[in-house]
């Protein structure tokens, strides 16, 4: 019997990778290719196109075609066995036992990676241990696969896998209709019985009513100046709540009128065929700005003005951060969300998508490039027409990443900042502040567009949110615990109509839920509704019960009864729950000179040092965020206080990221900031703020 498998001291009638005939290595090669495609589909391809099917807002946010998704399909689907194999390759220059090593090393991998997602997803083991555990695993199937025949015999049927699994992306999940970009069933527009004012509408993107308001429960002026103008001529419907936490349910729920269903589907016209667009599209043209939804037909919104455009070669990169997330042996605490960013003006000019000079002057002085790029779309999009107008803006503020502060300047963050604990949360919470503010600016712009251009009197101005977010302690971000905790954070959102012609003022208590939105735009437009709505016109009658409905998920829907939330709202910032009270706060704005200074504390790392030697302001961009990583002789809670320019600008508390790193990162106060080189300093508070040692930043 000949010997012709890698291993010499057992019979295998296999061919090897280097003896015989050019047709015998050709068949090695290409059952090799199989073997590496197999893994391939299980460890990549599976997982990949599991999260894109289940978010068919991805593409739908970054404006792809069919073009577009089919060769991002294609790629996850040949391109990393196709390059694991041609590496493999490569090493037939160095013999055959090196190409055989080669190919046990390229499976070991791959088997390893696929360790690391079952670990994942049925233990609860993490970090280091699951490593060495998936690399053990990863090692033993490979010896496995070189040793004897059956295993790769069974890679081999399965190497059909990326390709079934391409398939059943495209024709069964939840983003085949925007794959297949279906159409959907024709839909009568509503009928028209009266005149039409022009209507703008204003969704913003995770904002909680409470980040509004001070501590009395009313619209903090002082910080959000426009908002609450825009509160003295219009009705708030204080009791305003999202039916859902997130976009891709709770934007369709708004737009159409009816709750979210049992089953997931689309953002898509296809699925949600009657909506505000169609209801109003005979009546009215429509400039719909929409960003993770595509409710508006092509029909009847031609070009989809505004849409960030990302392409192949940006979701191939992404494709490429979230397979990392998924083969990281420790839990991923990235939002998914976070991907959607706003593209600034800036971006599309110096990517070539957009020409230098479009749009309005932005009262910024020159921070206008920061501003994202649809809103100066929609900026410019303002000016009188002689047709009824309906324009509708989804801009994702203050949605993280966060990255403005009121002013208009961005800052840069490090990734994967944890958002839950002690101090992660404040954090967070600081941040979303931070650029509440800047979204109050954005909606100044847009009432003073209005007013400049003779429109903002005739007009229906709708100002409000798709859904909160929970900063609380202890409590998940977007979804409702069962104790309901977070409920006046995640459900309750702005909600401010001004009627045309109104001129004052007026609060409104009504059990406001965001299925009210077609109903009562559709009464003060006087076009009939000729579907069935969930909502009641707040122009009618309110509901004759409190009781409010709130989507977790397609088919996890809560009632939310207790009149106590709403308390909460009523009450102000001063009653949220977010975390407990942290006394070295009281040190930011001191000068260092005020305080005992001592030396002797570890050196630590600054990881963005470099960028406070020459701080340029008029650029737009500040680093505002201040983080690094900290020794371990350094207690995890430990306060560091952050001094800029000799006075402290920001405390932050020790905590460990993901990774089980100590790290700290704290947000300097834009004032203490000035032109050129600015002096950083790092302290370890002590005493409970009675005293600072110094840290020597290495």
Same mark, same amino acid.
């Given at each position: 019997m000949t010997t012709d498998s890698p291993d010499s001291t057992r019979p295998d009638p296999e061919p090897s990778p280097g003896r015989g005939t050019g047709r015998g290595r050709l068949r090695w090669e290409l059952l090799a290719f199989l073997e590496i495609s197999a893994l391939c589909g299980m460890a990549v391809t599976q997982p990949l196109l599991d999260v894109f099917g289940r978010s068919p807002d991805y593409f739908i946010f970054h404006r792809a075609g069919v073009?577009?998704?089919?060769?991002?399909?294609?790629?996850?689907?040949?391109?990393?066995?196709?390059?694991?194999?041609? !590496?493999?390759?490569?090493?037939?220059?160095?013999?055959?036992?090196?190409?055989?090593?080669?190919?046990?090393?390229?499976?070991?991998?791959?088997?390893?990676? $696929?360790a690391v997602q079952v670990g994942k997803a049925t233990t609860g083991v993490r970090g280091l241990p699951l490593a060495l555990l998936a690399a053990l695993t990863g090692a033993a199937l490979a010896v496995c696969c070189t040793r004897f025949s059956v295993p790769r015999q069974v890679l081999r049927v399965a190497s059909v896998g990326p390709l079934v699994f391409g398939l059943l992306f495209v024709f069964t999940s939840a983003a085949s209709p925007v794959v297949l970009q279906a159409g959907g069933a024709s839909v009568a527009a509503g009928q028209s019985v009266g005149p039409h004012p022009p209507v703008v509408?204003?969704?913003?993107?995770?904002?909680?009513? &409470?980040?509004?308001?001070?501590?009395?429960?009313?619209?903090?002026?002082?910080?959000?100046?426009?908002?609450?103008?825009?509160?003295?001529?219009? @009705?708030?419907?204080?009791?305003?709540?999202?039916?859902?936490?997130?976009?891709?349910?709770?934007?369709?729920? &708004?737009?159409?009128?009816?709750?979210?269903?049992? #089953?997931?589907?689309?953002?898509?016209?296809?699925?949600?065929?009657?909506?505000?667009? @169609? !209801?109003?599209?005979?009546?009215?043209?429509?400039?719909?700005?929409?960003?993770?939804?595509?409710?508006?037909?092509?029909?009847?919104?031609?070009?989809?003005?505004?849409?960030?455009?990302?392409?192949?070669?940006? &979701?191939?990169?992404?494709?490429?951060?979230?397979?990392?997330? $998924?083969?990281?042996?420790?839990?991923?605490?990235?939002?998914?969300?976070? @991907?959607?960013?706003?593209?600034?003006?800036?971006?599309?000019?110096?990517?070539?998508?957009r020409d230098p000079d479009v749009g309005p002057e932005f009262r910024m002085n020159r921070l206008g490039d920061s501003q994202p790029a649809r809103f100066t779309e929609f900026l410019a999009s303002l000016r009188p027409t002689t047709e009824p107008t309906l324009r509708f803006l989804h801009l994702l503020m203050p949605h993280s990443p966060w990255a403005y502060l009121p002013s208009g300047q961005r800052y840069q963050g490090p990734r994967g900042l944890?958002?839950?604990?002690?101090?992660?949360?404040?954090?967070?919470?600081?941040?979303?502040?931070?650029?509440?503010?800047? @979204?109050?600016?954005?909606?100044?712009?847009?009432?003073?567009?209005?007013?400049?251009?003779?429109?903002?009197? #005739?007009?229906?101005?709708?100002?409000?949110?798709?859904?909160?977010?929970?900063?609380?302690?202890?409590?998940?971000?977007?979804?409702?615990?069962?104790?309901?905790?977070?409920?006046?954070?995640?459900?309750?959102?702005?909600?401010?109509?001004?009627?045309?012609?109104?001129?004052?003022?007026?609060?409104?208590?009504?059990?406001?839920?965001?299925?009210?939105?077609?109903?009562?735009?559709?009464?003060?437009?006087?076009?009939?509704?000729?579907?069935?709505?969930?909502?009641?016109?707040? !122009?009618?009658?309110?509901?004759?019960?409190?009781?409010?409905?709130?989507?977790?998920?397609?088919?996890?829907?809560?009632?939310?009864?207790?009149?106590?939330?709403?308390?909460?709202?009523?009450?102000?910032?001063?009653?949220?729950?977010?975390?407990?009270?942290?006394? #070295?706060?009281?040190?930011?704005?001191?000068?260092?000179?005020?305080?005992?200074?001592?030396?002797?504390?570890?050196?630590?790392?600054?990881?963005?040092?470099?960028?406070?030697?020459?701080?340029?302001?008029?650029?737009?961009? $500040?680093p505002a965020l201040a983080y690094g990583s900290l020794p371990e002789t350094i207690a995890p809670d430990t306060p560091v206080a952050i001094a800029l320019n000799g006075r402290i600008g920001a405390v932050a508390l020790a905590g460990r990221d993901r990774e089980e790193r100590l790290r700290f990162a704290g947000l300097i106060t834009e004032p203490l900031f000035v032109e050129g080189a600015n002096r950083v300093e790092l302290f370890q508070v002590t005493g409970g703020g009675a005293g600072l040692r110094r840290l020597p930043i290495g």
């Amino acid at each position: 019997m000949t010997t012709d498998s890698p291993d010499s001291t057992r019979p295998d009638p296999e061919p090897s990778p280097g003896r015989g005939t050019g047709r015998g290595r050709l068949r090695w090669e290409l059952l090799a290719f199989l073997e590496i495609s197999a893994l391939c589909g299980m460890a990549v391809t599976q997982p990949l196109l599991d999260v894109f099917g289940r978010s068919p807002d991805y593409f739908i946010f970054h404006r792809a075609g069919v073009g577009d998704i089919l060769l991002l399909v294609a790629a996850v689907t040949l391109t990393p066995a196709l390059v694991l194999w041609g !590496l493999g390759a490569t090493a037939r220059l160095a013999g055959r036992r090196v190409r055989s090593a080669a190919q046990a090393v390229v499976l070991g991998i791959l088997f390893a990676i $696929l360790a690391v997602q079952v670990g994942k997803a049925t233990t609860g083991v993490r970090g280091l241990p699951l490593a060495l555990l998936a690399a053990l695993t990863g090692a033993a199937l490979a010896v496995c696969c070189t040793r004897f025949s059956v295993p790769r015999q069974v890679l081999r049927v399965a190497s059909v896998g990326p390709l079934v699994f391409g398939l059943l992306f495209v024709f069964t999940s939840a983003a085949s209709p925007v794959v297949l970009q279906a159409g959907g069933a024709s839909v009568a527009a509503g009928q028209s019985v009266g005149p039409h004012p022009p209507v703008v509408i204003l969704v913003f993107d995770e904002l909680p009513l &409470m980040s509004l308001l001070d501590d009395a429960g009313e619209i903090d002026r002082e910080r959000l100046p426009n908002f609450g103008r825009l509160a003295d001529e219009a @009705t708030w419907y204080r009791n305003a709540t999202a039916v859902g936490g997130t976009t891709t349910f709770a934007v369709p729920a &708004m737009l159409t009128g009816r709750y979210p269903g049992a #089953e997931p589907v689309a953002p898509h016209f296809s699925r949600h065929p009657e909506n505000l667009f @169609t !209801l109003l599209g005979d009546a009215y043209r429509i400039e719909a700005w929409e960003n993770i939804t595509q409710l508006c037909p092509p029909e009847r919104c031609a070009g989809r003005p505004g849409q960030p455009r990302g392409g192949v070669t940006t &979701m191939l990169r992404e494709s490429a951060a979230l397979l990392g997330e $998924l083969a990281s042996p420790y839990e991923s605490t990235r939002d998914p969300m976070a @991907t959607f960013q706003e593209r600034t003006l800036g971006e599309d000019i110096r990517e070539g998508d957009r020409d230098p000079d479009v749009g309005p002057e932005f009262r910024m002085n020159r921070l206008g490039d920061s501003q994202p790029a649809r809103f100066t779309e929609f900026l410019a999009s303002l000016r009188p027409t002689t047709e009824p107008t309906l324009r509708f803006l989804h801009l994702l503020m203050p949605h993280s990443p966060w990255a403005y502060l009121p002013s208009g300047q961005r800052y840069q963050g490090p990734r994967g900042l944890p958002i839950d604990g002690r101090w992660w949360a404040r954090l967070a919470h600081q941040r979303h502040l931070q650029q509440v503010g800047y @979204t109050d600016r954005l909606l100044g712009e847009t009432m003073r567009a209005l007013r400049a251009t003779g429109q903002y009197d #005739e007009s229906l101005i709708i100002v409000t949110s798709d859904h909160g977010v929970s900063f609380s302690h202890g409590t998940p971000p977007r979804t409702l615990d069962p104790q309901q905790r977070a409920a006046a954070e995640l459900a309750w959102v702005p909600l401010l109509v001004k009627e045309p012609g109104q001129r004052a003022g007026r609060v409104d208590d009504r059990n406001w839920e965001h299925v009210d939105l077609v109903p009562t735009v559709a009464e003060h437009t006087q076009v009939r509704l000729p579907w069935p709505v969930d909502g009641v016109s707040a !122009l009618g009658p309110p509901r004759t019960t409190g009781d409010k409905r709130f989507a977790n998920a397609p088919g996890d829907t809560v009632t939310i009864r207790d009149p106590a939330h709403f308390a909460t709202v009523r009450q102000g910032a001063d009653t949220r729950p977010v975390l407990p009270d942290i006394p #070295e706060l009281s040190l930011i704005g001191r000068a260092v000179d005020e305080l005992p200074v001592t030396d002797g504390g570890p050196t630590v790392t600054l990881e963005n040092h470099a960028e406070y030697a020459d701080v340029r302001p008029a650029g737009g961009d $500040l680093p505002a965020l201040a983080y690094g990583s900290l020794p371990e002789t350094i207690a995890p809670d430990t306060p560091v206080a952050i001094a800029l320019n000799g006075r402290i600008g920001a405390v932050a508390l020790a905590g460990r990221d993901r990774e089980e790193r100590l790290r700290f990162a704290g947000l300097i106060t834009e004032p203490l900031f000035v032109e050129g080189a600015n002096r950083v300093e790092l302290f370890q508070v002590t005493g409970g703020g009675a005293g600072l040692r110094r840290l020597p930043i290495g």
